[in-house]
């Protein structure tokens, strides 16, 4: 009997403890209902406050039938708890989602936390677009700073200052024209029955007086002629002319082109067996005459030594009136064909672009 029936104070010790527990569950309610409105949204916190909550719930004996109904309530209230959403944390945080400080005064921030109000994620996105865009734009301008590679001018290894040269022309003028100039002198362009046909050789040292220079079509350079002059007289009746010359020249250099317009004046005193003082109408007043050329043709570089030359000349001889009044000054103006072959003399030149 006695072990079937418990003495009465193990009843009453029991009972107290079980009070004991309702308190505990009590004071773990008002907990939870203290740290809900605060919308703490560290996960691992609140995990821990469930798995504590639920154990403790889980050892809570329950003696009597109040008890088990108010740890139901408890129970119901915690799953309330854990189906409401999580509240974003705007006011208790100090900085906002754009990195922004919300108030330094209330949470002491320092103002270097305040960058611009572009995201990082944008201002990143910018950034790289900024430096994609830098390198378009510096590879672009290297492309349009970059000039294309041009191939070497090699004449300009034939045609510059100082080089000098030996050069032999030959030409045949058997076509008998007015003097050119006679506007200047008061002439009407008129011409004697006499013809002549002229064979000129002259032999010349050719200086180059300037480099290539000027653009487009008269880019080229100068050179002078000193120049000593055989004249045959095939056809007239004076049989030679011997002259010294001096000249100029015009090459009309273009970029790597072996064929070189030219245009050239020469001018100079010379000796002829003038024949009028023999009594031949129309022929020379006097031995001492002057002379006065002009032509135009190209030049044909084979390399930077040896060229040839071709192109048109026109010829003058006349005594520039000094054989007057005793004998008329008639001239003698013919042009034709010269051809001419020109020799470097000296060391070659290598040019730099």
């Avoid at 009465?8 to 009590?26: A, F, N, V, W």
């Avoid at 900085?95 to 108030?103: E, K, P, R």
């Avoid at 510059?160 to 002198?185: C, K, Q, T």
């Avoid at 245009?263 to 003082?277: L, M």
Wanted: charged content about 20%; hydrophobic content about 35%.
């Amino acid at each position: 009997m006695r072990g079937a029936f418990r003495p009465p104070h193990y009843c009453d010790r029991h009972q107290s403890r079980g009070k004991s527990l309702t308190r505990t569950s009590i004071l773990t309610m008002v907990l939870f209902a203290l740290l809900i409105p605060t919308g703490v949204r560290a996960q691992s916190d609140r995990r821990s406050m469930e798995s504590s909550s639920s154990g403790e719930s889980s050892q809570i004996y329950h003696p009597v039938g109040d008890d088990l109904e108010f740890s139901s309530d408890l129970g119901a209230a915690a799953a309330g708890a854990m189906a409401t959403p999580a509240e974003p944390l705007a006011s208790d945080s100090p900085i906002n989602s754009d990195n922004v400080c919300v108030d330094p005064a209330k949470y002491g921030c320092s103002s270097s936390e305040q960058p611009n109000s572009i995201p990082q994620v944008q201002q990143g996105a910018r950034a790289t677009e900024s430096d994609s865009s830098d390198g378009g734009v510096k590879a672009s301008g290297l492309i349009s700073q970059t000039k294309v590679k041009k191939l070497p001018d090699r004449n300009l290894d034939i045609y510059y200052r100082n080089r000098r040269e030996f050069s032999l022309d030959v030409g045949w003028h058997p076509v008998n024209i007015p003097f050119i100039y006679d506007f200047a002198v008061g002439d009407s362009y008129n011409m004697t029955p006499l013809k002549y046909t002229l064979v000129p050789i002259i032999a010349s040292l050719r200086w180059h007086v300037t480099n290539v220079g000027w653009k487009w079509i008269f880019r080229g350079n100068m050179d002078f002629t000193f120049s000593g002059s055989i004249t045959a007289i095939p056809r007239g009746p004076e049989t030679h002319f011997y002259s010294f010359d001096f000249g100029i020249r015009r090459n009309f250099v273009y970029r790597n082109w072996k064929v070189v317009p030219f245009f050239e004046q020469r001018g100079g005193a010379g000796i002829i067996n003038a024949k009028e003082p023999l009594g031949v109408l129309w022929s020379q007043g006097q031995n001492l005459t002057f002379t006065y050329n002009m032509g135009v043709g190209a030049r044909y570089n084979i390399d930077s030594k040896y060229s040839f030359s071709a192109g048109m000349n026109y010829m003058h001889i006349s005594n520039g009136y000094l054989s007057e009044p005793q004998f008329t000054n008639y001239g003698i103006n013919v042009y034709g064909p010269m051809f001419g072959l020109d020799v470097r003399l000296g060391k070659p030149h290598h040019a730099s672009e």
